[in-house]
């Protein structure tokens, strides 16, 4: 990235849950680096056993979960298809309270403004540490370089949603986007 860090991802396959691999990796094999996980709530809930082999390890990594109760980004490309998204709700889950129970020091950040404290209080602490971030559920972690097609497939979905009753969605879809 700047000649001094470096970032890890697959970020064209439209994979899940290859963060904490890629950190737990990356960790052992550089233990004087700070490695950080970025995690989405599906993939880490998919590798969750992977919490404990950092604590096993006491590899210090911080793992930062995106906990928004969705497959977000599986939504997203349902609907920017033209589907409506089926199965990609996620029970309200908090990692930081699962983390805790395997003996991984966590913090839980609800608003905004406390994100910043969070990250400062991790960093400093030894050994590994989750941070589990709520944010809004359609709210995108990426920006997306939006092509045609997907906004005429995401115009059908919106259609579908109103006919099939989901009208409150779109509302609030277009809330969180256009704010």
Do not use: C
């Given at each position: 990235m700047?000649?001094?860090?470096?970032?890890?991802?697959?970020?064209?396959?439209?994979?899940?849950?290859?963060?904490?691999?890629?950190?737990?990796?990356?960790?052992?094999?550089?233990?004087?680096?700070?490695?950080?996980?970025?995690?989405?709530?599906?993939?880490?809930?998919?590798?969750?056993?992977?919490?404990?082999?950092?604590?096993?390890?006491?590899?210090?990594?911080?793992?930062?979960?995106?906990?928004?109760?969705?497959?977000?980004?599986?939504?997203?490309?349902?609907?920017?298809?033209?589907?409506?998204?089926?199965?990609?709700?996620?029970?309200?889950?908090?990692?930081?309270?699962?983390?805790?129970?395997?003996?991984?020091?966590?913090?839980?950040?609800?608003?905004s403004?406390?994100?910043?404290?969070?990250?400062?209080?991790a960093?400093?602490?030894?050994?590994?540490?989750?941070?589990?971030?709520?944010?809004?559920?359609?709210?995108?972690?990426?920006?997306?370089?939006?092509?045609?097609?997907?906004?005429k497939?995401?115009?059908?979905?919106?259609?579908?949603?109103?006919?099939?009753?989901?009208?409150?969605?779109?509302?609030?879809?277009?809330?969180?986007?256009?704010?």
């Amino acid at each position: 990235m700047n000649g001094s860090r470096k970032l890890i991802g697959s970020f064209n396959h439209g994979s899940m849950a290859n963060a904490m691999p890629q950190a737990l990796g990356a960790q052992a094999a550089q233990p004087e680096r700070q490695v950080i996980s970025l995690s989405g709530d599906g993939g880490l809930s998919m590798l969750l056993g992977d919490l404990l082999s950092a604590r096993q390890l006491n590899l210090p990594i911080k793992v930062v979960v995106f906990n928004n109760s969705s497959l977000g980004f599986v939504a997203m490309e349902m609907k920017a298809g033209g589907y409506l998204d089926t199965g990609t709700d996620l029970s309200a889950t908090n990692f930081a309270a699962i983390a805790e129970g395997a003996g991984i020091y966590s913090i839980r950040v609800e608003k905004s403004e406390d994100l910043l404290d969070a990250l400062e209080r991790a960093l400093a602490r030894p050994g590994p540490v989750l941070v589990d971030v709520v944010t809004a559920k359609h709210e995108i972690a990426l920006p997306p370089k939006v092509q045609w097609a997907q906004a005429k497939g995401f115009s059908l979905y919106m259609i579908r949603a109103v006919l099939n009753g989901r009208a409150d969605e779109v509302v609030e879809l277009a809330n969180t986007y256009f704010r």
